[in-house]
């Protein structure tokens, strides 16, 4: 949701959605960026964007999502490196 009237410009905010989730994946999301290397690196890269701090956390809790979709679907566990497809 956008604060916005006329010319003037607030700041965005969360209120729509799944509140539980949120809440949810929050801490796990705060110790990925501290310990996975790729979550942090995107995580710092967001920040010297300019991007505000709980903006790049929830776009790791976005990629937790994805990546623990992607994971259930193939059926493996997660690795620091990709697994190399075989011909």
């Not at 916005?4 to 960026?33: D, N």
């Not at 059926?75 to 490196?81: G, S």
Request: hydrophobic share 40%.
């Amino acid at each position: 949701m956008t604060r916005e009237s006329g010319t003037w410009r607030g700041r965005s905010f969360i209120q729509g959605g799944r509140g539980s989730a949120r809440r949810t994946l929050y801490m796990p999301a705060v110790t990925a960026i501290r310990h996975n290397p790729d979550l942090k690196r995107r995580y710092e890269r967001m920040r010297a964007a300019g991007k505000p701090a709980k903006v790049a956390i929830t776009a790791a809790m976005r990629k937790l999502v994805v990546l623990a979709n992607v994971l259930l679907q193939q059926d493996r566990c997660w690795t620091p490196e990709p697994p190399v497809p075989t011909a």
